[in-house]
């Protein structure tokens, strides 16, 4: 995945939902499909004990699936930050520090962020009761099909009631290296603080943070700054005024990535990138899916981009016994997580349908303007085929002829996603060879159709 695209907000969906050309999601009672805690009852009062602190043998054995993007379709995103036994907190090895779930529509151009706190008390599939950031531990150490992603993505799947389709986790320092390479990140800071910041194995001293207003950092005061918890340093309110700095950094992120002077050049360098920082990034998005995801997060203004955090009013806290040592969790009041998660994902988040309408509606809307370039030795093929695309409501603005090529290719030059999986479909189109993402800005088309001798005997009599 792309070092651009990866913190725009930047698999393994819930049994019965597949990414499909414009589906639904199912309901609940879909055989294996996603059924949130938030649906059913929880006692959350402080003289009951949760159901179990064991971990029993996990019963997990089907394989995850691994869909491909169509760009058309709403996506969910799991963002997470591994602690991977580091020497700062290096008590719970592998588990996760953060866990951000990300969702983006293009049907409506929204997206929405929302922060889960790391012991928060969940049923962890197969495993029963324990902190939601052990799901990775517990994932990885049992060498299940998909390993401490699949069982992430799965709990969070269960706890909020949404699929989770892809997870992105990035090593400390690759983190550090991305925000150096778009120029640091300027946040805007609402509290004095010190920081104590480390990468790359290096301390560096001390930094202090004022109070308040717009503060510029580099890759390793935003890491110190994002994994702040401590009263001490004068961070307040633990796990989540934490995951609130987290939020801000990946704001300050998107605003530097996406501004107009920084944005085409890291599109541009995209591959490049992802060699150079593929050892950091972990990730089942592919670079091709990676690089629509960061086309359309382009068109999303901030103002269209919900955020919140589960926050103190929506948790009790308890303790309980993990590993043979008391244990401090946090347990979810439903109700009140419900509310929050709706504000987040309602009609243009997870909880609503994909894409509301008919595509062909959809691609008319996109407006699309379409180049033909005939590569058959066929004359006026490209002439016959803009007539095809016509009656099919596409408007095509250019014709023209290149050299001899066997199959039909599409070329997408600007996000007009509903457009492209219309013209797939007519094409028949599945091949990820045959599709290619080439955002060009100065193009005077949105999209370009390449036609090879595979597209004569599948043109419809009668053009």
């Not at 009062?45 to 058309?72: C, F, H, L, V």
């Not at 599409?410 to 509903?418: A, G, M």
Request: proline share 7%; hydrophobic share 40%.
């Amino acid at each position: 995945m792309m070092a651009a695209g990866l913190f725009l907000f930047v698999r393994g969906l819930t049994m019965c939902w597949r990414i499909t050309a414009l589906p639904g999601i199912p309901p609940a009672s879909c055989a294996g499909g996603t059924v949130s805690v938030l649906e059913t009852p929880v006692i959350v009062g402080n003289t009951k004990t949760p159901r179990s602190t064991s971990t029993p043998e996990p019963q997990i054995s089907e394989d995850p699936d691994y869909p491909t993007w169509d760009g058309a379709s709403r996506i969910n995103i799991l963002f997470v930050g591994l602690r991977g036994g580091d020497p700062i907190e290096g008590d719970c090895p592998f588990c996760t520090d953060t866990l951000i779930l990300l969702t983006v529509d293009p049907a409506t151009k929204t997206a929405g962020m929302l922060s889960i706190p790391r012991d928060m008390w969940v049923n962890i599939p197969g495993f029963g009761y324990s902190r939601i950031n052990t799901a990775w531990t517990l994932g990885r150490g049992s060498k299940l099909p998909g390993g401490g992603p699949a069982l992430t993505m799965k709990t969070v799947s269960h706890f909020i009631g949404v699929p989770v389709d892809y997870y992105v986790q990035v090593d400390f320092d690759t983190f550090v290296d991305v925000i150096d390479l778009v120029g640091g990140v300027d946040v805007y800071n609402d509290e004095t603080i010190i920081l104590d910041p480390m990468s790359h194995g290096q301390d560096f001293p001390k930094v202090k943070i004022t109070c308040c207003g717009i503060r510029h950092m580099n890759g390793t005061v935003a890491l110190a700054y994002a994994r702040c918890r401590h009263v001490e340093q004068g961070c307040k309110d633990g796990d989540v005024g934490r995951a609130k700095r987290q939020q801000k950094v990946i704001f300050g992120i998107r605003e530097k990535i996406l501004s107009p002077e920084r944005f085409p050049t890291l599109l541009a360098q995209a591959p490049r990138l992802y060699n150079t920082f593929s050892a950091g990034i972990h990730t089942n998005m592919s670079l091709d899916d990676a690089i629509k995801l960061a086309m359309l997060a382009s068109d999303i203004s901030r103002d269209d981009i919900k955020n919140g955090v589960i926050d103190h009013s929506m948790m009790a806290y308890g303790n309980v016994i993990l590993g043979g040592l008391n244990a401090s969790i946090m347990k979810p009041l439903p109700d009140k997580i419900r509310i929050l998660r709706d504000e987040i994902f309602t009609s243009s988040g997870a909880t609503s349908p994909m894409a509301e309408g008919d595509l062909a509606a959809l691609m008319q809307a996109d407006d699309a303007r379409i180049r033909i370039l005939n590569g058959t030795a066929t004359a006026q093929l490209e002439e016959r085929t803009a007539s095809y695309l016509s009656q099919q409501g596409l408007r095509v603005t250019e014709l023209d002829n290149i050299k001899a090529q066997s199959r039909t290719t599409i070329i997408l030059y600007s996000p007009k996603l509903y457009a492209l999986q219309f013209v797939l479909d007519l094409f028949g189109i599945t091949r990820s060879p045959q599709i290619l993402i080439k955002p060009d800005p100065s193009q005077t088309v949105d999209i370009e159709i390449r036609l090879g001798s595979d597209w004569i005997s599948q043109l419809p009599p009668g053009y």
